[in-house]
């Protein structure tokens, strides 16, 4: 089992730039396909980003393709999401999320694949 704890939401203003960071606990984290997800006010949950165990395979949605980068360091336990040309369509709670069913190489998309989800991360944008 691994806990996940976000940290860096908060408030941002309309083309800034904010970091999230998801620790993980748990001693096999780099064999944990991650993700993050985000979910605004009335909405559903909606995937963001992806990498693979090593980080080596991303995977972007189209809304943030080209803005957010997401990454990870295995020997912090941790996965990160640079977020940068912040929109007034980014506010959102956002999650990170690890997956114990994707092979090596793979990252994943849909929320069914994922295991574990942190509590979340509020992150406003104003304009």
């Not at 939401?9 to 620790?23: D, I, M, N, Y």
């Not at 096999?28 to 995937?47: I, V």
């Not at 393709?65 to 999401?81: E, H, I, P, Q, W």
């Amino acid at each position: 089992q691994v806990q996940l704890v976000e940290s860096g939401g908060g408030l941002v203003q309309a083309g800034g730039s904010l970091r999230l960071s998801c620790a993980a606990s748990g001693r096999t984290f780099s064999t944990y396909a991650m993700g993050w997800f985000r979910q605004a006010p009335g909405k559903e949950r909606e995937f963001v980003a992806a990498l693979s165990w090593s980080g080596g395979n991303t995977y972007y949605a189209d809304s943030v393709k080209g803005r957010f980068t997401v990454s990870r360091d295995n020997a912090k336990n941790t996965v990160y999401l640079q977020m940068n040309s912040m929109k007034p369509e980014d506010p959102a709670v956002y999650y990170c999320a690890a997956s114990l069913q994707t092979p090596s190489w793979g990252v994943s998309l849909h929320r069914y694949e994922y295991d574990m989800w942190g509590q979340g991360t509020h992150v406003t944008v104003s304009t």
